[in-house]
């Protein structure tokens, strides 16, 4: 290293003086740094632990069980978050739906980075028509308010999904459906920000390099392009997770999401509105970990902007 | 410069640090100088050495948090600065001492036009019309060399040209007559030829006003036909500082030495060849105990390593703080 | 600038056909209705069939989207549902502002049905965003200008919970204290739903009254979002070179903040704004639903609920042309403000 000019900054020396980091080790110390995430992380694991560690203390056919006699009955030591209006034990149904809850909230992101990511990824590389009629598409995704989007879709396809058993239980139908449509009206923003992603790296040099070697184009998207472009696609896929677990819960709280018996934190506060003056209990405990989730994730993904993607701004 | 001349800014063992996430950023260490009436002073030091700091701090342009002024004084006149309140700074900056950037491409506000950017400091620190201080803008911008200035008031930075943006930036800064003009390396962003049309567009606008002026650069080049005095300084303190022909002819700090060998110079043969100054630039984020320079420097002694050696005079104006004496190689 | 805005619409006229098609199309196959009919539910096989002829419904659905787009007035339809197509049509097709009419509300104009919930939906959402965008400035420049200090440290967490929470939670959990439990304990307490009260009538006073819930519960997340953006943009703006010039200039800090500063960050202030505000019109779907407002959003539920399919098509196309028309004066009042962009 010479005099050098090159140099922008004393933080950037202090890098350079340092042991040399990998990308993860940098990352975890800048994560390390931001207190609210891992205060995230740690409310995250034990959400988790609750909804599938509560089972072992509750079946689910107790969870669904009905008793009428019993409707409506405040927080006691029989029923420490009180029954719902057809006498099912609430904590029960929170353990329960919180795992349909957490199970939507993942598979919905994935669908939504997978469907984000191809579509960003075609668009931003091969340009031209291909990504003139893309865009013009995730334009008009993102011309309907996605909430009324959801609800048309979920009336569309309500009822058209069979109940399928997974590891012995009984899914409704409408958890299928739910996950699809969330998936499917979720990912025009991160299609938008792999595109842009996908935009600047293919003039890099090394991109450039492999193509002027005759690399095929899948290639370059999967191995060359895509792992550059990591950092946002990360963010978005952890806050996309927050973004379907609540959507959930506004679709079922109209009641055209998730159908009963099967629980989840949304479905459960269905019409729990009719009974605030009486039963706050319906509201209160699905709607506190609703919260507590978003919230957690939420934390989670800001820290992990600032640890990947330091320059980007939140909205 | 003539010895007449009395001293109006005193800059005293001034302390400037960042406190990041990454640790302190020990910036400016203790940097004491002076300035007479109508001088020109040059700073000299590469980048990250603490010299703009050391400016910023002066007027108080420094972002508190995360930076912080430790400690020291600046006394302007009669006032120590750094004991101002803000609104009483706000009559200082401008109107008693201006400063110019290093980037006139994102110095000038983009979404205001250079005419009211130029005016507002008129409107602020003088009691003219909004009619006079357009009249005035207009001369002002005559005065830096900038073509049917009347009509380019009404246009927005992004039409002009980078030399032009930085003759709209002289003229902001001079459009009070300030006593003190701080330019903060002014050229560097700049093609060549801009860039020596822009030396002597200031030198010839600071004749005109008859102020005094610190110029910061990185450039010894720069320096010699235009500076009275230099300062060098590296890693926040300030490592030398002569009369300016003095310090050409007689380096008396092996970083001093080390930068003019680096300086291509006509009167020298080709086979002298330019040399770098090995190590890498000191790292801030410690506060230095020995000399920040010894892990780089070619003299380097024992004593070095240990401490930390004051500025202080060797020959008659010529100050240095250094443990050895360059000509024999041996400790002072 | 007038090319321009021809040009933009002229580009909008594919999309929104598209939009319409995917939409008409998922609502044709979502609903029937006949199963509602607006509670007078036909039982009778032949009923159902006359019904179905009088409707259009046994069509082919591009047929259907053509009456619906177009109209139906040069063709012969089956007006009495006796299985002969014998009449000309009466509709004249969204192109010429024919909505159709409600299943629901036998007879009605969509669009008088439509332009009645409308208002409502607007007073709300309107005070909504203005509340919203103010409070948002307030606090995004204020916290911005104090960076790291106690109160934009705690300021930074309360906004960060606040945008995590779901909308229905905040409606349920401000209902719950300020009009049931305030009733509970003798205080002044807030109403829980509707517009007004039955006995007192539809006064300014009562709408207000009933309007502060649901604004709340509106504004309370998007506030939290809008005061985290404007913050951080302020922020990035507060650190550009051109703010240090103006400080080293000597202008007050006032001037800074509010002229230099704030001219700046309201870029992309306006775009978030211009790109959120048609999509207001959609409702609070769910804090509508809550607080019985009888807005858009409770249509929508509604027609949903009830297969009132022409009335959903027109909210939903409704909000579609408003964003493209907002999308527009986003892009225009852009330009206006940064003086880089023309549209030449």
């Known amino acids: 290293m010479t005099t050098s000019e090159s140099l922008p900054n004393q933080l950037l020396v202090a890098e350079v003086e340092s042991p040399p980091l990998t990308l993860a080790n940098l990352t975890w110390r800048r994560f390390r740094r931001h207190k609210m995430a891992i205060f995230g992380g740690v409310v995250l694991i034990l959400l988790t632990l609750y909804s599938?560690?509560?089972?072992?203390?509750?079946?689910?056919?107790?969870?669904?069980?009905?008793?009428t006699k019993l409707r409506l009955q405040a927080p006691s030591a029989a029923h420490p978050f009180g029954t719902d209006t057809v006498g099912r034990d609430i904590l029960a149904r929170t353990v329960y739906g919180g795992q349909i809850s957490i199970l939507i909230g993942i598979t919905a992101a994935s669908m939504e980075v997978l469907i984000g990511i191809v579509i960003g990824a075609v668009a931003g590389y091969f340009g031209g028509k291909i990504d003139s009629i893309l865009m013009r598409f995730t334009e008009a995704m993102l011309n309907m308010p996605q909430l009324l989007l959801l609800i048309v879709m979920s009336k569309f396809f309500s009822g058209q999904v069979p109940n399928i058993n997974v590891f012995g239980r009984v899914l409704s139908g409408s958890v299928i459906v739910i996950i699809f449509i969330i998936g499917l009206t979720s990912w025009p923003y991160l299609a938008r920000i792999v595109r842009a992603e996908f935009l600047s790296i293919k003039e890099r040099?090394?991109?450039?390099?492999?193509?002027?070697?005759?690399t095929p184009a899948w290639e370059i998207i999967f191995k060359h392009i895509l792992p550059n472009s990591i950092a946002p696609i990360v963010v978005s896929a952890t806050l996309g997770v927050a973004g379907a677990i609540s959507l959930e819960a506004y679709v079922s709280f109209l009641g055209m999401g998730v159908r009963a018996p099967t629980a989840t934190w949304g479905n459960m506060l269905e019409n729990a509105y009719r009974y605030i003056e009486t039963a706050y209990w319906l509201w209160l405990f699905p709607g506190l970990l609703i919260v507590l989730i978003t919230l957690s994730i939420n934390f989670l993904g800001d820290g992990l902007r600032d640890a990947l993607d330091p320059r980007s701004r939140t909205v | 410069m003539s010895e007449s001349k009395h001293t109006f800014l005193q800059v005293n063992d001034l302390k400037t640090r960042f406190h990041t996430p990454e640790g302190t950023v020990y910036a400016v260490n203790g940097v004491s100088f002076s300035l007479k009436e109508g001088e020109t002073l040059a700073v000299v030091g590469e980048s990250g050495c603490g010299k703009s700091v050391t400016m910023m701090s002066i007027l108080r342009l420094i972002a508190i948090p995360p930076g912080e002024i430790v400690s020291g004084e600046v006394i302007y006149r009669d006032d120590d600065l750094l004991k101002l309140s803000e609104s009483e700074m706000e009559h200082i900056r401008g109107r008693e001492i201006a400063m110019i950037f290093q980037d006139p491409m994102t110095s000038l506000n983009p979404v205001l036009t250079v005419g009211r950017q130029l005016t507002e400091t008129l409107r602020t620190h003088t009691p003219m019309t909004p009619e006079q201080c357009r009249e005035r803008a207009v001369t002002l911008l005559d005065w830096v060399g900038i073509p049917d200035a009347a009509n380019r008031l009404y246009e927005y930075p992004h039409q002009f040209s980078g030399g032009m943006r930085q003759r709209v930036m002289i003229a902001m800064a001079l459009a009070c007559t300030p006593s003190l003009l701080i330019a903060d390396e002014p050229t560097t962003a700049l093609d060549v030829t801009i860039q020596a049309q822009i030396i002597e567009l200031v030198k010839r606008l600071k004749q005109d006003v008859g102020m005094a002026m610190i110029w910061i650069t990185h450039d010894l080049g720069v320096v010699a036909g235009m500076a009275d005095r230099v300062i060098v300084m590296y890693a926040g303190f300030i490592v030398e500082e002569s009369e300016v022909d003095d310090l050409y002819e007689n380096p008396r700090h092996p970083y001093t030495i080390a930068l003019l060998q680096a300086l291509p110079r006509a009167d020298r043969r080709r086979e002298k060849n330019l040399k770098s100054i090995q190590g890498a630039p000191p790292n801030m984020l410690t506060e230095p105990v020995g000399c920040p320079f010894a892990p780089r420097c070619e003299f380097v002694k024992e004593i070095c390593i240990r401490e930390n050696p004051l500025l202080e005079i060797v020959d008659g104006k010529h100050k240095s703080a250094c443990w050895v004496d360059v000509k024999t190689g041996g400790l002072r | 600038m007038t090319r321009y805005i021809i040009r933009r619409l002229l580009q909008a006229i594919p999309l929104l056909l598209v939009i319409s098609l995917i939409l008409f199309v998922l609502m044709q196959n979502a609903t029937d209705p006949l199963a509602t009919m607006g509670g007078r539910m036909p039982t009778k096989p032949e009923d159902r069939a006359r019904l179905t002829r009088q409707l259009g419904l046994d069509k082919p659905i591009y047929i259907q989207y053509l009456y619906w787009l177009v109209g139906n007035d040069w063709a012969k339809?089956?007006?009495?549902?006796?299985?002969?197509?014998?009449?000309?049509?009466?509709?004249?097709?969204?192109?010429?502002?024919?909505?159709?009419?409600?299943?629901?509300?036998?007879?009605r104009q969509v669009t008088t049905v439509i332009f009645e919930r409308l208002p409502n939906t607007l007073i709300l959402m309107l005070t909504a965003e203005v509340v919203i965008v103010l409070g948002a400035l307030f606090v995004g420049i204020y916290s911005a200008l104090r960076q790291y200090s106690l109160f934009d440290n705690i300021l930074t967490g309360i906004l960060f919970i606040g945008y995590s929470m779901p909308i229905?939670?905040?409606?349920?959990?401000?209902?719950?204290?300020?009009?049931?439990?305030?009733?509970?304990?003798?205080?002044?307490?807030?109403?829980?739903?509707?517009?007004?009260?039955?006995?007192?009538?539809?006064?300014?006073?009562?709408?207000?009254?009933?309007?502060?819930?649901?604004?709340?519960?509106?504004?309370?997340?998007?506030?939290?979002?809008?005061?985290?953006?404007?913050?951080?943009?302020?922020?990035?703006?507060?650190?550009?070179?051109?703010?240090?010039?103006?400080?080293s200039k000597g202008l007050p800090r006032r001037e800074i903040t509010y002229i230099h500063a704030l001219k700046n960050a309201s870029l992309p202030i306006v775009t978030i704004v211009g790109l959120d505000l048609p999509l207001l019109l959609g409702g609070a779907v769910v804090t509508e639903r809550i607080f019985a407002w009888p807005g858009m959003g409770r249509l929508f539920i509604d027609g949903i609920d009830r297969g009132d399919t022409p009335v959903v098509m027109g909210v939903l196309m409704l909000i579609a042309v408003a964003v493209v028309v907002f999308q527009i004066i986003t892009d225009i009042v852009y330009a206006w403000l940064d003086p880089r962009i023309r549209f030449d």
């Open chain 1, 52 to 67: 599938f560690g509560g089972a072992l203390f509750f079946t689910e056919k107790y969870s669904n069980f009905t008793d």
């Open chain 1, 205 to 214: 040099e090394f991109v450039l390099a492999a193509r002027a070697t005759g």
């Open chain 3, 168 to 247: 229905f939670f905040v409606a349920l959990a401000t209902m719950y204290i300020f009009s049931i439990n305030f009733q509970r304990w003798g205080l002044p307490h807030l109403p829980t739903v509707g517009m007004f009260d039955p006995q007192v009538g539809k006064t300014t006073g009562q709408i207000m009254l009933h309007m502060v819930l649901p604004v709340f519960s509106i504004s309370f997340i998007s506030f939290a979002a809008y005061s985290r953006y404007i913050r951080s943009t302020m922020l990035e703006v507060l650190g550009q070179d051109y703010i240090r010039t103006a400080r």
């Open chain 3, 77 to 107: 339809v089956d007006l009495d549902g006796d299985g002969v197509a014998e009449t000309s049509g009466k509709r004249h097709g969204v192109l010429r502002g024919d909505f159709g009419t409600s299943i629901v509300q036998t007879g």
